[in-house]
């Protein structure tokens, strides 16, 4: 039991201190200029987006030291955001249903990627991580639906950070991999959360998608068919009902 928390503690710590340095560095030498990173918050503030991939790149070399194929779902869950903060950023289409239907009209939006890309992420770690094929299936779209959902609740500063936070904790208590992927997520949020609430930065797709991936990696890694069926039905319904829980994110923290 000691060890276990010493491992996760390590583990989190490491994360935090590594996004942080990312977050740093990238402020610094604002690769490809400093108007590319910077977007308009809900309050008007300038915010920039350098939290998004330094979250990204720790939660995918943290959870690849866990189990490689887990970390190459997160970069790629991490890469499919930062495309649509880059070519999305000009689109006020949300859901799914406004992209899908972009689709059947022959237009492949930056969120049609994402939607894609993310579900054969999740799809790809289920593969590593469950043998049966109905296994598979859940936890794809547990790390899919994860993935989503912290990105659903990204809609006022520190809400994605802080959920990612709630939500990895329970992990923590389990044995096994998937605590440790937890707890990977879990540092890097907490790194960028002080900066996120103060209105100085922001995740992004690209922070948030990556980091859900994560979580619901730990899911996948943690939990048997029973758990996945619940966490999967969960997440769905979260996706279902999308703007009620967007709203209630706003809503929240004051």
Known sequence: MIDRVRRNGSALVLAAALARTGLTALRALSPGGRERWERQNHAGRTVDLYAGPACAAVAAAGTARVRPAVGLAVLAAGTC??????????????????????????????????????????????????????????????????AHFVNLVDVRPGRAAAAVLALGA?????????????????????????????????????????????????????????????HAVALVAAAALGERVSEAARRSLG
């Open 81 to 146: 955001g930062a495309y649509d903060d880059v070519a999305g950023a000009g689109d006020d289409r949300r859901g799914f249903r406004a992209h899908l239907a972009a689709l059947r009209d022959g237009e492949v939006t930056s969120g049609t990627v994402k939607l894609f890309g993310i579900s054969a992420a999740g799809l790809a770690v289920g593969a590593a991580l469950k043998e049966r094929p109905l296994d598979r299936v859940l936890a794809g779209v547990v790390v899919a639906g994860a």
């Open 170 to 230: 329970p992990g923590l208590l389990r044995a096994g991999p998937g605590a440790e992927t937890a707890a990977v997520a879990m540092g890097a949020a907490a790194a960028v959360l002080p900066d996120d609430l103060a209105e100085r930065t922001m995740l992004g797709d690209t922070g948030a998608h990556a980091l859900g991936a994560a979580l619901g990696a730990a899911v996948v890694a943690g939990n048997g068919r029973t758990g996945l069926a619940a």
